[in-house]
């Protein structure tokens, strides 16, 4: 049985892509991002870090804290990209898209730490770029879980037919972005 999951149109989905870069572009090179911990839960949660955490069996607390959130940021970065580029393809193109988005991501990370080389308060490390590259991969998952997900258009969702409002108009697709949602396309490529 697959698990229905929302489609977004393409326009949102690039649009969140960009938000994430944007976001870990700004950290990488203008601030620090927040500190976060790992309590015994193993939720992750902001604050100070503390010394014991959830992962003391696997040992990751022993990794500098900066690690994992390299690792976080990429692999929501690889998530959001591979998303954006969710379609009706076969596996075959899926599995290039998720190498392509392992090499995409990783080279974004990899172009920061060298871009941070120049900013004096920051320190661009080979490490960090590795990270930053096993982070991506987090999408492999992505790309597995495919087959037992389907991808609902937004505007099929129950709760945005009883509201048509400004929300179910903005995510309605268009007649030429045949990518999004809304268009009464069905599976097969025929028009409802």
């Keep these: 049985m697959a698990v229905r999951f929302p489609l977004f149109p393409r326009s949102v989905r690039w ?20 500190a ?17 955490s959830g992962l003391h069996a ?18 929501t ?12 393809r076969g596996l075959e193109l899926r599995l290039r898209e998720g190498l392509f988005v392992v090499l995409v991501v990783t080279g974004f990370g990899a172009a920061l730490e060298v871009a ?3 900013h004096p308060a920051r320190v661009g490390s080979p490490i960090d ?13 992505w790309y597995g879980l495919d087959r037992r997900m389907e991808f ?3 505007t099929v969702l129950p709760f945005l037919r009883e509201r048509p409002g400004t929300a ?10 045949p990518g999004s949602a809304g268009s009464g396309e069905t599976e097969n490529g025929t028009v409802k």
């Design 129 to 141: 770029a590795i990270v930053n590259g096993l982070g991506a991969t987090a999408v492999s998952v």
């Design 152 to 154: 609902v258009p937004v």
């Design 116 to 118: 941070q080389l120049s």
């Design 58 to 75: 696997t040992g990751l607390e022993r990794l500098p804290r900066s690690t994992h959130q390299h690792a976080l940021a990429y692999a």
């Design 36 to 52: 976060f911990s790992w309590p015994r839960t193993g939720a992750l949660v902001p604050g100070p870090a503390v010394a014991t």
């Design 15 to 34: 649009a969140a892509t960009g938000v994430v870069a944007a976001v870990i572009c700004y950290w990488s090179l203008v601030t620090t991002p927040p």
């Design 168 to 177: 179910a108009r903005f995510l309605e697709r268009s007649a030429d972005d």
């Design 77 to 88: 970065l690889a998530v959001t990209l591979g998303y954006a580029l969710i379609d009706e």
